[in-house]
């Protein structure tokens, strides 16, 4: 679940905030700072393989049986076995999680030249967990003639067989730092009364938390390993007062190591860790957007977005590891539409009316397909200050 939790986060974090430019470069000796506050609160739920939703510890609601608890706990399996009569299925884990985040993006730019823009993104990251791990009994259970069997908390047997493997105690959990930083330059290579085209390229660097492959209840704010990518965007402008815009991003996720724990098939809990070699699957994002401007300094904006990923693939040194469960369902696609509106006191300055050159954007991002990704909703306020 961990590295499934910290996929999704990642997609959540970098689709928000690297998508929704346009074409322009700065003027040269010119400086843009950018703040984006991006909030999802109350996260329970997430699409699964097969695009359907279903909760964030989906993979935790099992049924316990004879097999499965012989899988958790062998004094457990034979204390079902002995039972007089025995005891074939005690009942489902009931677990419940919600995840809320706060990121904070920062960007500063600055115009090289009249065509050439260089930038350097540095989010930081909050996040919150709350978990909740509750057991209901089958009547098989509650009816039972033997004691230990009626009054056994399995919740807490759970626990103890998952810090004996060590695994931290399961409990809510907050952080705050550093996301993946990005290092970039946008080339604007075309500009007519109609059209514009620019070439962003950049490289991402590892500098978030990575996951903590002990705690199953915290979140990493990065995945540990370096990117590179390149952004096309195209806009067009068929009338003075409305801009379409196209951008589509490709990003190579590089190969890495990282100390991992490897459960074995069925295996909820394990203790198996190694570091592994692995090449996570690249990223391909798009977006088609339509601004139309009101009174110069207004403006309406809608989008169509979009991601996919590749499947991610793991290898090790030590035999019996189950490196290619790693891998498992860890494609991923969304699709989600993006709305709001803006205001810019850019013309005021321009009239020398107004002192202060800034842009400021209040937007709403709603997920309405997806694969392996969160189904977040999430509202972000953007201020841009030219300088």
Same mark, same amino acid.
């Given at each position: ?107 500063l730019e600055y115009g090289v030249t009249e ?77 007519t009364a109609q059209w514009s085209f620019a ?21 990493? @704010? ?7 990518? %390149?952004? $096309?965007? =195209?806009? +067009? #402008? ?129 997920? @309405? ?7 977040? %909703?999430? $509202?972000? =306020?953007? +201020? #841009?200050?030219?300088?």
């Amino acid at each position: 679940m961990k590295i499934f939790l910290t996929l999704l986060l990642n997609v959540l974090f970098f689709s928000s905030l690297c998508l929704a430019d346009n074409s322009l470069t700065l003027p040269a000796g010119r400086f843009r700072a950018r703040i984006k506050p991006i909030y999802s609160p109350k996260i329970t739920t997430q699409y699964n393989n097969e695009t359907l939703e279903e909760s964030l510890v989906s993979k935790f609601a099992v049924g316990v049986d004879i097999p499965t608890a012989q899988a958790l706990s062998k004094e457990l399996a034979y204390l079902m076995q002995t039972s007089n009569p025995p005891v074939n299925y005690l009942g489902q884990f009931k677990p419940d999680l919600q995840v809320s985040t706060l990121i904070l993006g920062t960007a500063l730019e600055y115009g090289v030249t009249e065509k050439l823009t260089a930038g350097l993104i540095v989010p930081v990251a909050m996040a919150a967990t709350k978990f909740k791990l509750d057991f209901e009994k089958s009547q098989e259970a509650l009816s039972s003639p033997n004691p230990q069997i009626r009054y056994i908390d399995v919740v807490h047997k759970v626990e103890a067989i998952a810090q004996s493997k060590g695994y931290t105690e399961f409990s809510d959990w907050a952080g705050i730092g550093l996301g993946d930083a990005e290092l970039g330059v946008k080339y604007h290579a075309l500009n007519t009364a109609q059209w514009s085209f620019a070439i962003k390229s950049g490289l991402r660097i590892p500098t978030g938390r990575v996951d903590d492959p002990d705690n199953l209840t915290d979140i990493g @704010f990065g995945d540990g390993q370096w990117d590179v990518g %390149t952004t $096309f965007l =195209l806009d +067009y #402008k068929p009338l003075s007062d409305l801009l379409l815009n196209l951008e589509a991003r490709f990003t190579i996720q590089l190969p890495d190591k990282e100390k991992l724990r490897v459960p074995g098939i069925g295996e909820l809990f394990t203790d198996k860790k190694d570091e592994l070699s692995r090449n996570l699957g690249d990223h391909i994002q798009a977006a088609l957007t339509a601004q139309y401007n009101l009174f110069k300094l207004f403006n309406l904006n809608l989008s169509y977005n979009f991601l996919t990923k590749g499947l991610d693939s793991f290898q090790s040194d030590k035999a019996g590891m189950n490196v290619s469960g790693l891998g498992l369902k860890t494609s991923q696609l969304k699709h989600s539409i993006n709305f709001g509106t803006g205001f810019s006191t850019l013309p005021w300055f321009l009239d020398g009316k107004f002192k202060l050159p800034m842009d400021v954007g209040l937007n709403l991002e709603l997920p @309405f397909l997806g694969k392996n990704v969160l189904k977040a %909703t999430s $509202f972000n =306020l953007e +201020y #841009k200050f030219y300088f």
